[in-house]
């Protein structure tokens, strides 16, 4: 055969292995979701979005909380940066997710802390030498070697390796709620979830500060509560880490669902329902009132009657709280004022508290922790005019007096809706291991059940 032959068929042979090495290759390469253009749920598709942005909004803060080196709390360890993951969700519901937040199967960066080593849109594929293909198991193993405070790396798509530092913050992480839940609220010792109503108001980075901190003073102020009390149920592990609770994965947006409805029938025994009627009526009277004035306008334009109705529902909110929220609740004035003392110390405004609030209060977005009833706000009231910044308070509460606030909503109904403390919860969580919070569940549930295996 001749030389030139021999040399054309040997370089046929390899650009034919070639050929069949690459397409081997496409075919055992993992499949991710992309956009393409479907019709998705347009709620999901904004609270995606939501739950984003609050991710943006807090994760500086959290890093800015740590720079305090407080002596005087417990401790956790935080990671500067936050991911999620579509895994486990439905097909379109994975698209939505790719279309808000460019999230897909694989443990994506949504947010981050100044000084972070990763970006927004990272997409991590081995955590510390583990390339399970669960996401899942990759969130459990993060968390683990976090909690471990030592340096570790992670592996991207792209093929580099990153190295990331843990860092130290008082105990209480800040979470919000899924996305598919995004009503949920639960206050616990180890976490704080927030309801997607909270981002709404916009926050600014004294705000999202204020946020971080006052869910510490949670943990702080009402811990020892929190672990005293006698609940019915026992935390036997950890089998189940609470990284996973708000991470996208599906079956954490499952036991949020379920977790919703056990509030929802504790809320329904604390209040009347003449009393839910009266906050329903409250409520479409401020949106019809929204519906001709810009959401941006002043609060001038709001009465009394509606400021006070305001405060009613915030009231009720706190009122309905269950389970070891309901314990929680207890301490939201002391977590107020140990937030107000660390904002303070870190140079922040610590009027951001009541900023927050008024913005809430404007949007007519009650249901959460960060619009205070009247009793706390008169009472973080006294501890900014011990500091002389009664009149400011005044300013930002557009002329409204924490005080006279008090003796108005006492009077009315949703009062009546506050329990006093008991280290005996008068609920009995029986066969639902959700009467406590989604939190708590997580924290005595095996990962298999959790799992829905």
């Known amino acids: 055969m001749p030389p030139v032959r021999v040399f054309l068929d040997r370089c046929s042979l390899w650009a034919m292995l070639a050929l069949v090495s690459l397409l081997s290759a496409c075919a055992s390469a993992p499949k991710y979701t992309v956009d393409d253009g479907r019709k998705v749920d347009p709620v999901l598709l904004g609270s995606i979005s939501t739950y984003g942005a609050g991710e943006r909004a807090i994760r500086p803060a959290i890093a800015r909380s740590a720079t305090l080196k407080d002596t005087e709390c417990d401790k956790q360890w935080e990671l500067p940066f936050a991911v999620v993951s579509s895994q486990g969700w ?18 994506t960066v949504i947010a ?12 991590i594929i081995a955590v510390a ?32 390796n990153v190295v990331i530092q843990p860092f130290e913050v008082c105990r209480g992480y800040t979470r919000f709620a899924p996305p598919n839940t995004p009503k949920m609220q639960d206050y616990h010792w180890l976490m704080s979830m927030h309801p997607l109503e909270v981002p709404l108001a916009s926050m600014t980075e004294d705000e999202a500060l204020w946020l971080v901190l006052w869910s510490q003073g949670v943990s702080e102020e009402g811990g020892a509560r929190m672990k005293t009390v006698h609940y019915g149920s026992k935390i036997a ?80 909110n706190r009122g309905a709280l269950s389970g070891i929220s309901y ?14 003392a660390r904002v303070e110390k870190l140079n922040g405004n610590p009027l951001a508290a009541f900023s927050l609030h008024q913005k809430l209060l404007e949007r007519d977005l009650t249901s ?86």
């Open 90 to 107: 439905e097909e379109t519901d994975r698209v939505a997710w790719v279309r808000a937040l460019g999230v897909d199967e694989r443990l």
């Open 112 to 123: 981050t802390s100044p000084g972070s080593p990763l970006n927004p849109g990272d997409k």
């Open 129 to 160: 030498g583990n390339d399970s293909a669960e996401a899942e198991q990759q969130l459990l193993a993060l968390s683990e070697i976090r909690d471990r405070g030592r340096a570790f790396s992670v592996l991207l798509s792209t093929g580099r």
């Open 237 to 316: 592990s950890t089998l189940y880490s609470i990284f996973t609770i708000a991470t996208g994965l599906k079956g954490a947006a499952l036991a949020a669902d379920a977790a919703v409805s056990a509030a929802k029938n504790a809320a329904a025994s604390a209040v009347s329902e003449v009393l839910k009627q009266q906050l329903i009526d409250q409520g479409k009277a401020l949106a019809l009132q929204k519906l001709r004035e810009s959401f941006t306008e002043s609060l001038e334009s709001m009465t009394k009657s509606q400021v006070l109705g305001a405060l009613q529902k915030a009231a009720a």
């Open 327 to 340: 314990i929680a609740s207890t301490a939201f004035e002391r977590a107020d004022t140990w937030a107000f």
């Open 368 to 453: 959460n922790s960060m619009i205070m009833d009247a009793e706390r706000l008169s009472a973080l009231n006294k501890v900014a005019a011990a500091k002389g910044f009664e009149t400011e308070v005044v300013a930002i509460l557009k002329g409204i007096k924490p005080d006279e606030m008090v003796a108005d909503v006492g009077a009315m109904p949703v009062a009546s809706a506050r329990k006093r403390f008991s280290y005996t919860l008068d609920n009995d969580p029986g066969a639902n291991p959700y009467a406590n919070g989604l939190i708590d569940a997580t924290l005595s549930m095996p990962l298999a059940t959790k799992k829905g295996k």
